[in-house]
Nanobody, 117 residues
Framework: QVQLVESGGKLVQAGGSLRLSCAAS????????MGWFRQAPGKGRDIVAA????????SYADSVKGRFTISRDNTKNTVYLQMNSLKPGDTAVYYC??????????WGRGTQVTVSS
């Protein structure tokens, strides 16, 4: 089992920045690729960014490319999402998730990000 706890979400004005953190505990953190997802009101949960186990490769949804950066610190068992140039459309609950092979098996409870115009 892997336990994930997100933090850092809050209300921010458009154009501002936030850094989300996701602290992992349980099994060996570096055994898992990690992802950040988001779910806006009335919509499905979409992937925002992903990072490999070692952190050497990242990928992003088109909607956040150039604005968001995913990173991880395996010594601190933490994955981060740096979000810049935030837009009202980024408003959502943000979740982190851990993937051992093909599916994201473990999820956090989410942190709310609200971007005001």
């Amino acid at each position: 089992q892997v336990q994930l706890v997100e933090s850092g979400g809050k209300l921010v004005q458009a154009g501002g920045s936030l850094r989300l953190s996701c602290a992992a505990s349980g099994r060996t953190f570096s055994d898992y690729a990690m992802g950040w997802f988001r779910q806006a009101p009335g919509k499905g949960r979409d992937i925002v960014a992903a990072i490999t186990k070692s952190g050497d490769t990242t990928s992003y949804a088109d909607s956040v490319k150039g604005r968001f950066t995913i990173s991880r610190d395996n010594t601190k068992n933490t994955v981060y999402l740096q979000m810049n140039s935030l837009k009202p459309g980024d408003t959502a609950v943000y979740y982190c998730a851990a993937r051992s092979r093909f599916t994201y098996d473990y999820w956090g409870r989410g942190t709310q990000v609200t971007v005001s115009s």
